[in-house]
């Protein structure tokens, strides 16, 4: 399989997931202007794809989903009560396009699995994709890292982990006091240091490449997100790179990250 961050971050979220016979989107949170200009330049035809799969129904996870469907004619997948929340974002949807999916599903050669998350949505879930014996996860918006998260992607050769702010720039940083508990607390996001922590879980279980996604803009800088992690992994004596215990990486937040075969 090929994954490709697009955009991973607080101003918007989609992920591009391609096989031989399969190409999907996890997320549209940006414009559908952006998302085609993202899949354009990582050399992807929009025209190809076979479906939208949607976390939650935040604006910064389906902003651009209705104007995609109804550009391409694209199915996009969710669960019932993230439909019901997110409709009115959407516009009107084709109904063969509305597939109200639950926890496992197809689409052409690709295994789906969804994975409750907990974050302050109606019903918001990560995704397993699997294809031809390679796995790839996608776990963010993540307020405490669960033991249902971790047993779902641990056998994943890629996994996108939510590593959105560093603790000490978000408590002195410009939030209002409630926005900064919302962060914080167990329906918000994952810090760094929780990323690293999270991310030693799921390493016991064999050699992965980890990317850090949904980095704040105001609470984060991608530096100090990578080196966080970095650190807690060089404490457990893990070796960093291609080809070693756990090779580590970014997704950007405003334009495509690396192209990655898994």
């Given at each position: 399989m090929?994954?490709?961050s697009?955009?991973s971050g607080?101003?918007?979220?989609?992920i591009f997931?391609?096989?031989?016979?399969?190409?999907?989107?996890?997320?549209?949170?940006l414009?559908?202007?952006?998302i085609?200009?993202?899949?354009?330049?990582?050399?992807?035809?929009?025209?190809?794809?076979?479906?939208?799969?949607?976390?939650?129904?935040?604006?910064?996870?389906?902003?651009g989903?209705?104007?995609?469907?109804?550009?391409?004619?694209l199915?996009?997948?969710?669960?019932?009560?993230t439909?019901?929340?997110?409709?009115?974002?959407?516009?009107?949807?084709?109904?063969h396009?509305?597939?109200?999916?639950e926890?496992?599903?197809?689409?052409?050669?690709?295994?789906i699995?969804?994975?409750?998350?907990?974050?302050?949505?109606?019903?918001?879930?990560?995704?397993?994709?699997?294809?031809?014996?390679?796995?790839?996860?996608?776990?963010?918006?993540?307020g405490?890292?669960?033991?249902?998260?971790?047993n779902?992607?641990?056998?994943?050769?890629?996994?996108l982990?939510?590593?959105?702010?560093?603790?000490?720039?978000?408590?002195?940083?410009?939030?209002?006091?409630?926005?900064k508990?919302?962060v914080?607390?167990?329906?918000?996001?994952?810090?760094?240091?929780?990323?690293?922590k999270?991310?030693?879980?799921i390493?016991k279980?064999?050699?992965?490449?980890?990317?850090?996604?949904?980095?704040?803009?105001?609470?984060?800088?991608?530096?100090?997100?990578?080196?966080?992690?970095?650190?807690?992994?060089?404490?457990?004596?893990?070796?960093i790179?291609?080809?070693?215990?756990v090779d580590?990486?970014?997704a950007?937040?405003?334009?495509?990250?690396?192209?990655?075969e898994?």
């Amino acid at each position: 399989m090929i994954f490709c961050s697009l955009y991973s971050g607080s101003s918007g979220n989609s992920i591009f997931i391609g096989s031989d016979k399969t190409k999907i989107l996890v997320d549209a949170g940006l414009t559908g202007k952006s998302i085609i200009s993202a899949l354009e330049n990582i050399g992807e035809d929009p025209t190809e794809l076979n479906g939208i799969l949607i976390t939650h129904e935040h604006s910064d996870h389906v902003k651009g989903a209705g104007i995609l469907s109804r550009k391409f004619d694209l199915p996009i997948y969710a669960n019932e009560k993230t439909w019901v929340a997110m409709e009115k974002c959407l516009g009107k949807i084709r109904p063969h396009n509305v597939k109200i999916v639950e926890k496992e599903f197809t689409i052409q050669d690709m295994e789906i699995s969804s994975f409750r998350v907990p974050h302050d949505a109606v019903a918001c879930r990560g995704y397993t994709v699997t294809q031809g014996g390679k796995k790839i996860s996608i776990a963010t918006d993540i307020g405490v890292f669960t033991e249902e998260i971790r047993n779902s992607i641990l056998e994943s050769d890629l996994v996108l982990l939510e590593s959105n702010h560093d603790i000490e720039m978000l408590k002195f940083g410009p939030y209002p006091y409630d926005l900064k508990r919302r962060v914080l607390s167990e329906v918000g996001h994952l810090s760094n240091v929780d990323a690293g922590k999270a991310a030693l879980e799921i390493l016991k279980y064999g050699k992965k490449k980890i990317v850090l996604g949904h980095l704040s803009g105001t609470n984060n800088v991608p530096e100090l997100a990578f080196k966080t992690v970095e650190n807690i992994f060089l404490e457990e004596k893990l070796s960093i790179g291609p080809g070693q215990d756990v090779d580590l990486a970014l997704a950007s937040r405003i334009r495509p990250s690396s192209y990655t075969e898994v």
